[in-house]
T-cell receptor, first 112, second 111 residues
Framework: DAMVIQNPRYQVTQFGKPVTLSCSQT?????MYWYQQKSSQAPKLLFH???????NEADTPDNFQSRRPNTSFCFLDIRSPGLGDAAMYLC???????????FGDGTRLSIL | DAKTTQPNSMESNEEEPVHLPCNHS???????IHWYRQLPSQGPEYVIH???SNVNNRMASLAIAEDRKSSTLILHRATLRDAAVYYC????????????FGKGTSLLVTP
């Protein structure tokens, strides 16, 4: 059974048109993470929520924002996607770090 | 910024043990060593993690050098399904144990 679910698996949007990616979890983990993985590169941490506390990585562009309305759901908002934002976006969850992270299978975002 | 160094690629025969090395010479005493792997078109999968002592689980073993400056992930009997990119990651106590992925080792398993 999928424990970290990302929808949709594939998302296409237009240059500059806002897009939201979603992640849900059935693990009741208190930490949720968003990573960006570009083609042939390693995943790069964008930000994470520790319970309701938002933690942004220093080099995450302002174009990227996140919301976590409750324990189970977390959203990644890209306000004005550029061509360089085309990537796989991965959601992960964990109990208190350094406990293992559980990843979803990602949403592949394409920008037209 | 503590980093890890891994070979770009390794190859193994099916049903043989695989030893994947990782160097992390800048590790501090409270930094954990994590291993994840990623199969094509999937999210990363947790393999194992440790702090100082060697660790075993159903997937693999982690051997940590006495000075902690290097570690080895051991797959005891490689299968074709173990072909993946294996990431050795230090989670740093001074950054909330966030995972900063390096380039990883691409493991090819041949029949």
């Amino acid at each position: 059974d999928a424990m970290v679910i990302q929808n949709p698996r594939y998302q296409v949007t237009q240059f500059g048109k806002p897009v939201t990616l979603s992640c849900s979890q059935t693990l009741n983990h208190n930490v949720m993470y968003w990573y960006q993985q570009k083609s042939s590169q390693a995943p790069k941490l964008l930000f994470h929520y520790y319970d309701k506390d938002f933690n942004n990585e220093a080099d995450t562009p302002d174009n990227f924002q996140s919301r976590r309305p409750n324990t189970s759901f977390c959203f990644l908002d890209i306000r004005s996607p550029g061509l360089g934002d085309a990537a796989m976006y991965l959601c992960a969850t964990s109990r208190d770090p350094p406990q293992p992270q559980h990843f979803g299978d990602g949403t592949r975002l394409s920008i037209l | 910024d503590a980093k890890t160094t891994q070979p770009n690629s390794m190859e193994s025969n099916e049903e043989e043990p695989v030893h994947l090395p990782c160097n992390h010479s800048t590790i501090s005493g409270t930094d954990y060593i994590h291993w994840y792997r990623q199969l094509p078109s999937q999210g990363p999968e947790y393999v194992i993690h440790g702090l100082t002592s060697n660790v075993n689980n159903r997937m693999a073993s982690l051997a940590i050098a006495e000075d902690r400056k290097s570690s080895t992930l051991i797959l005891h009997r490689a299968t074709l399904r173990d072909a993946a990119v294996y990431y050795c990651i230090l989670s740093l106590s001074n950054s909330g144990y966030a995972l900063n992925f390096g380039k990883g080792t691409s493991l090819l398993v041949t029949p």
